[in-house]
């Protein structure tokens, strides 16, 4: 029977494990690069091997593993970034990373579900609030392209538009197995050598213009294929002193020496790395350091932080900025000082690298919740980004990048009021639907506002829900449009959306999963008792191929999907 099992594994691609689901080797590249899984913050994986709308009834509870950590107030894990199929002196790797307030960064093996490494930077500070936790707040990040891929990785345009890109390890070579966008050729390359088992540098190159005219394409999940120089493909975090930290994905070792970013135990979140230029949000006026964005210039040889103070309220939102396509970096600012030289109870632009104030939109004195999140939208025969944000009103705005207020800055695109005051929805996410409509979803922290019409109502949303509008063109102009709105779902984590499957999950005690039919509303699973601790607002829904990951608060980490191996067969081989 133990050659039998063995031969079984071998032939999956899997090792077994008492008390864990069969291993999920084999499950292809990811897309989850930072909080909120794009540059756009949309919390959207548009492709997946293995969720659909067919698969869901075989969809299940594969494993959770304790990390390492103690939370500092309601922090504790932050949501999971990813790399699949990942081959480094470790052998074949799929890893999920996650960012501990107790200043760790944790790695996990996602095939097996057990911890692969805890890095950790030093002890965090005595004193803790809860709008200061004293812990390391910004998350994990990796490298994440401007553009998001195609629905069709790999495909389209005049190739691929990713190869292999690299990584120099300092144990043995490594290598991070590239998807592409399409329409830009090869766009990464890999060489070099050296080093005990051969180092794998990475190296930009640029893609060859295809039939679309694009001449560049990602180099692989994390890697840039523009040209040039370009960061490592590694884990980035900000601990507690303010020190940017750039780890190796297979030990979490330093890749490159620690450079100075922000002020020591700032309250920080956001953290996303774009072309080079790392990105974060601050908020409190913790240990004195000013509400505002954050960036700095990887690739500089001197690399210094730049900031955009917001002269007022902190950054809101779990994600904190998104970037528009085009670069463009937008926040939402919380309620703070009023007065004309601060940017509080506003939704700003700004412009890359430089951080200068091109634009921004107030309603007044209204306290915004959620971070920004942008999408294409196309109007007239014209793609335009659009924003979208809530507030604390229960209003959901919809902005124009063109001008996000207006020529006054208070005017938006549109705006519907579905939640009533007090609603805190954190992030928003969106997506596009086969038949090219676009969807925005936010989760409802209490009541719906008694004046939302939703057609076909599936519950009276006393609690929390998630509200689906779709954004629709009405006399030229985009709207947004009342969809559905979900059963109660208790104090909801922000969704997410995979392969038009949305994912939320009720926090609190009593915590449960819950999958929704992305086009209705319908429930599809939920997870009953599976989940024994309560869900923090910090540790948010992630997903790729194939799994989907969330953290409670006391540092458990969850992982649900569509397992490779049928149970019956996985039960024969344990």
Known sequence: MRNISRAVALVAGCVSLAGLSIAQFGRGGGSWNTGGADAQRTSWARTDNRISATSMPGFSFLWKVKATNDAKQS????????????????????????????????????????????????????????????????????????????????????????????????????????????GGGFGGAAGGSGGRGGQIAAAGGRGAAGASGAGRGPGGPGGFGGGGARPPDAVYAVATDGMLRTMYISNGADAKPPVRFLPANANATGLILVDNV?????????????????????????????????????????????????????????????????????????????????????????????????????????????????????NLYLLDSAAIGGADHKTPLASVAYAASGADAGALASWEDSTGTRWVLVGVTGALNSAAKFPG?????????????????????????PAWVSHDIAAPLPPIVVNGIVFAASSGAGAKLYALDGATGKELYNSGSTITGSLGRSGGLAASAGQLYFATSDSTIYAFGIPLVPPDLAKKVQ
């Open 75 to 182: 922090y504790s894990l932050s949501s999971a970034v990813m790399v699949d199929s990942y081959i480094g002196y470790r052998g074949f790797r799929s890893y999920a990373f996650l960012g501990g307030a107790s200043n760790n960064a944790v790695a996990l093996d996602t095939d097996v579900g057990r911890v692969e490494w805890t890095q950790n930077f030093g002890a965090t500070p005595a004193q803790s609030t809860a709008a200061c936790p004293g812990g390391m707040t910004a998350g994990v990040t990796r490298p994440t392209p401007l553009l998001p891929p195609a629905p069709a990785a790999g495909r389209g345009g005049g190739g691929r538009g990713g190869a292999a890109s690299g990584v120099s390890e300092p144990e043995a070579g490594a290598i991070t197995i590239g998807q592409g966008r399409g």
């Open 278 to 394: 790392i990105y974060a949000s601050t908020s409190g006026n913790c240990a004195g350091v000013a509400n505002g964005i954050w960036a700095i210039d990887t690739s500089a040889a001197s690399p210094a932080a730049m900031h955009w103070s917001t002269n007022g309220g902190g950054v809101a939102g779990t994600y904190g900025p998104a970037l528009g396509t085009d670069g463009t970096v937008y926040a939402a600012i919380a309620d703070g000082d009023y007065t004309p030289a601060a940017y509080s109870d506003s939704v700003v632009a700004l412009e890359t690298k430089t951080l200068k104030l091109k634009d921004w939109f107030t309603p007044g004195k209204s306290d915004f919740t959620s971070s920004p999140v942008v999408f294409s939208f196309k109007n007239g025969g014209t793609d335009k980004d659009l924003i979208a944000v809530a507030n604390k009103n229960g």
């Open 457 to 481: 109502t599936n519950g009276a949303a006393n609690s929390g829900a998630i509200a689906a509008f779709k954004v629709v063109a009405q006399n030229g102009k985009p709207t947004l449009q």
